[in-house]
C-alpha cells in the first residue's frame, strides 16, 4: 500500500469524500493529518477556556530561570 498526501479546498473536501466513498473501504482509507487535528483541539480549548494560558513574559521567565538552574 502506498501513501498520498492531497491538499483539498474545504469546499471540495465533501465532494472528494463521496467519489472515494464509491470504492471498497479496504482499498483506501482516510486518515486526517495528525498535527492538525491537534491544532484544531489545541484552540477549542483556548476557545472554551479550558487551556490556562500564560503570559509569554512569565513563561519566558520560568525557561530562563530552568535554563540557568541546568548549568
Request: proline share 3%; no cysteine; glycine share 4%.
Amino acid at each position: 500500500m502506498q501513501t498520498i498526501t492531497l491538499q483539498v479546498d474545504d469546499g471540495f473536501i465533501q465532494i472528494l469524500q463521496n467519489f472515494l466513498s464509491q470504492y471498497p473501504k479496504e482499498k483506501i482509507s482516510i486518515k486526517e493529518d495528525a498535527i492538525a487535528i491537534e491544532i484544531a483541539k489545541r484552540i477549542k480549548e483556548i476557545d472554551n477556556g479550558t487551556m490556562k494560558m500564560i503570559p509569554l513574559e512569565e513563561g519566558m521567565n520560568k525557561l530562563r530561570v530552568a535554563l540557568k538552574n541546568r548549568s
